[in-house]
């Protein structure tokens, strides 16, 4: 799996800004050049009081509620929509309350629902388990028929051995072990264990091609994402083109051109939407500097039945087939049933509490979605569809959102009005409120889950998406972020001087101007919130 570097936020945005289609970076954020003017400041927000409609339970918090209303109207990113949400995680008091029961697209804040959820539900310990079938036991080392890899959902099934992850060596090693020499049949990558849409409701086309809008396939391999390094070469020739790893299925057109020093870069990638054809074209001055791009792969479940393949070969193993996929859509009479055929091999995932970690701190979009797919598919029957025919056919993602609905509503939380489409926060369709995001991090923590779900949030000034931002406030915020191109979002605890936790939603969306205008604001207010002190009246 190819490391992703920190700068990759630059790195395609210099990409995308030359290409000819506008893309979205991790999250759906694109980046524009844009002149700013500060906006005519907006009339005096009002701190409101619980807009759920139950009494406010507490004295007005005047101090907190005029510093966040003057920030809110002297931001230059004033004339955006804001949602601002602020509790006491010990007594449940509304502490600040600005437009918190309007609907807001929340970008990866959605992340901390599916992930909160999933721990609630599942546990800290739940694994995903990938495993190797063959029809029957082998016989003197040959299997007859096919050889299926039968994924689960694992987010972190990778090539080859690293730490505690599940890997196709290790796979190799164990069928290998169990006396196989010989498969007269294919090699199957078989994700059919999900049901539903390839994609996620109301991911826009032109994400896909990213690593950030990568399949969420039941048979995921490193990530579904390869990495494109391109670099100058012999001026008038072609720029170097390199992909890795090597193994990968992409095919590459390379057009480009190595041109004159100083030259004008102007790179373009794209992937063909259904297929692994990837095409680069533009020039590339010679004294250019190299840099990478990182794409995802279509079919990935074929990626990991080819790369078995491989790995069995090379230890000796005779495959006469070819490595081939299959998904939920083949006739019954084609599916595997695990139950009736013969596990060779498995390799378990790492736990749920660690994948939860790294979907939060990295804001893995590929590792929320198979979250998602994989609590519909455990937990769907807490949440079934009142039509019999319609819950036998939806998909592991439509009931995963169905779930995490019921859960909230099981905490006492409305979700009247909300939309969930996702489990990312890629898609434009999420709809949900600063109030429902402040009180599902009111519920969670109060829970069984609530050190490792809060362990997984980006902490200020040190890990995560937040490791250069609030960096005064080290250790004091842990949040998760949000971008997508003119929305932005921030959601977690603060820890006070007086060493109360308090509970904060900020949501932003229409954001025109420059993304760091809104960012600024959303960061100052999370400081004022750490930084609030009780009045004496409310101590």
């Known amino acids: 799996m190819p490391k992703r570097p920190s700068s990759r936020y630059s790195l395609l945005a210099l990409l995308i800004l030359i290409a000819v289609f506008s893309v979205r970076l991790l999250g759906g954020q694109t980046r524009r050049s844009q002149t700013a003017t500060k906006a005519t400041p907006a009339a005096k927000s009002r701190s409101e009081m619980d807009q759920s409609g ?33 509790m006491s995680l010990k007594d449940g008091r509304v502490l600040y309350s600005h437009d918190a029961n309007q609907l807001f697209t929340p970008a990866s804040n959605m992340k901390v629902y599916t992930t909160a959820v999933a721990l ?116 008038g020739g072609n720029a170097s083109v390199l992909v890795n790893p090597n193994s990968s299925p992409v095919h590459l057109t390379n057009t480009t051109k190595t041109g004159e020093r100083d030259e004008t870069t102007s790179i373009g990638i794209i992937r063909d939407l259904s297929s692994n054809e990837v095409r680069v074209w533009g ?27 491989q790995a069995l070969i090379s230890r000796g193993v005779k495959v006469t087939g070819e490595g081939r996929s299959r998904d939920f859509r083949v006739d019954r009479a084609g599916m595997l049933d695990p139950e009736k055929s013969f596990e060779i091999a498995h390799e378990d995932s790492e736990p749920l509490g660690k ?33 019999a025919y319609k819950n036998r056919e939806r998909g592991d993602d439509e009931a995963g959102t169905a779930v995490v609905r019921s859960w909230l509503e099981s905490k006492g939380i409305t979700t009247k009005g909300l939309a969930i489409r996702d489990g990312s926060g890629l898609s434009r369709l999420d709809l949900i409120t600063p109030e429902t995001t402040g009180r599902l991090l009111s519920a969670i923590a109060n829970t069984s889950s609530a050190t490792v779900f809060h362990d997984s949030l980006p902490v200020a000034g040190r890990d995560g998406t937040l490791n250069s931002r609030l960096k005064p406030l080290t250790g004091r915020i842990s949040a998760k972020t949000g971008t997508l191109t003119y929305t932005h979002s921030l959601s977690g605890y603060a820890t006070t001087p007086v060493n109360d936790t308090l509970i904060f939603s900020i949501m932003c969306n229409d954001a025109t101007a420059n993304d760091h205008l809104a960012l600024r604001t959303i960061d100052e207010i999370a400081a004022a919130i750490a930084d609030f002190r009780p009045s004496a009246a409310t101590k």
């Not at 931001?75 to 955006?80: I, L, Q």
């Not at 590339?284 to 039945?305: C, K, Q, Y």
């Not at 994948?355 to 804001?363: F, L």
């Open 283 to 309: 020039d590339f001055p010679v004294n250019g500097h190299a840099f990478s791009a990182f794409l995802s792969i279509h079919d990935p479940a074929a990626w990991a039945a080819n790369l078995l393949r």
């Open 120 to 235: 609630d539900l599942l546990g800290a310990d739940y694994r995903w388990r990938t495993s190797v079938y063959a029809n029957k036991q082998p016989e003197a080392g040959i299997i007859e028929g096919d050889l299926t890899l039968y994924g689960r959902g694992a987010p972190d099934l990778i090539t080859k051995s690293n730490g505690d992850a599940p890997s196709l060596t290790t796979l190799a090693d164990q069928v290998y072990q169990a006396g196989v020499r010989e498969v007269r049949g294919n090699i199957i990558g078989d994700n059919s264990y999900f049901r539903g849409e390839l994609f996620g409701e109301g991911w826009q086309w032109n994400d896909i091609q990213w690593y950030f809008g990568a399949e969420p396939s039941a048979l995921s391999i490193d990530e579904n994402s390869v990495e494109v390094t391109i670099a100058p070469a012999k001026e």
């Open 54 to 86: 139950g009494a406010n339970n507490g004295p007005v918090e005047t101090s907190l509620a005029k510093a966040i209303d003057d920030l809110l109207n002297e931001s230059d990113a004033g004339r955006a929509r804001w949602g601002v949400f602020v």
């Open 355 to 387: 994948i939860v970690h790294r979907t939060n701190k990295e804001s893995n979009n590929l590792f929320a979605e198979l979250i998602l797919r994989t609590i519909g598919k455990e937990r769907g029957s807490l949440a079934p569809d009142p039509d």
